[in-house]
């Protein structure tokens, strides 16, 4: 069964700090991997996502994340935080075509991040 | 903008009561999904329906039940509601092609409708 785990549940970074968010998953095959946001009372936006090729993805509001195979992980970064930045970040898996013929995707529990100014 | 709509954005009603949720999937997306997002669930996938047939199933329980229409619009129907039901209900949507059913499709998420039970 697919999992993904994200150690950390809340992480707290001072205003224009650099930011690794760690998430790990596991998966019988090539993943699927996603960032997705959740700003309070909001809906879950894409970040980034990594289905294959390069394994250093970009993503929107200059976030990027990198898929290591060995090491089953797909961290989230960005090298500078904005206040606006303060959410909630969900790590998540899909099996595509391996999900026999479903999409779902699995997602991890969440990291809280605060933006200190 | 996600593209997805649901409504309604808030529900609170009592325990034992019946309750419908809509989706309107991103125009031309023929897969719908259904999550459940809760303290301490987190978020889970319930159900995925692609051109109105049930694709692929999670941990949906036996009272709540789902269906997308012919124009792609889809509803989950929760019944005899228990306080633990409360929670925020995502719906997503992807697959703007035929081709893309289970490969690299992206989900795109509604804003999501939040059901309180008391």
């Known amino acids: 069964a697919q999992s993904v785990t994200q150690p950390d549940i809340h992480i707290t970074v001072s205003e224009g700090a650099s930011l690794e968010l760690r998430c790990n998953y596991s998966y019988g095959a090539t993943p699927y991997l996603f960032w997705y946001v959740q700003s309070p009372g909001q809906g879950l936006q894409l970040l980034l996502k990594y289905f294959s090729g390069d394994t250093l993805v970009q993503g929107i509001k200059g976030f990027e994340a990198e898929f290591k195979r060995s090491q089953s992980s797909f961290n989230l970064r960005k090298p500078s935080v904005h206040w606006s930045d303060a959410a909630e970040y969900f790590c998540?898996?899909?099996?595509?075509?391996?999900?026999?013929?479903?999409?779902?995707?699995?997602f991890g529990t969440g990291t809280q991040l605060k933006v200190e100014l | 903008d996600s593209g997805v709509t649901q409504t309604p954005k808030h529900l609170i009603t009592a325990t034992g009561q019946r309750v419908t949720l809509r989706c309107s999937p991103r125009?031309?997306?023929?897969?719908v999904y259904w999550y459940q997002q809760s303290l301490d669930q987190g978020l889970q996938f319930l159900i995925q329906y692609y051109n109105g047939e049930e694709r692929a199933k999670g941990n949906i329980l036996e009272r709540f039940s789902a269906q997308q229409f012919p124009d792609l619009h889809s509803e989950l129907n929760l019944s005899s509601l228990e306080l633990g039901d409360s929670a925020l209900y995502f719906c997503?949507?992807?697959?703007?092609?035929?081709?893309?059913?289970?490969?690299?499709?992206?989900?795109?998420f509604g804003p999501g409708t939040r059901l309180t039970v008391l």
């Open positions: 998540a898996v899909g099996g595509g075509i391996l999900t026999g013929g479903g999409n779902k995707l699995t």
């Open positions: 125009s031309g997306d023929l897969s």
């Open positions: 997503a949507s992807s697959g703007r092609q035929a081709s893309t059913l289970g490969s690299t499709d992206t989900q795109y």
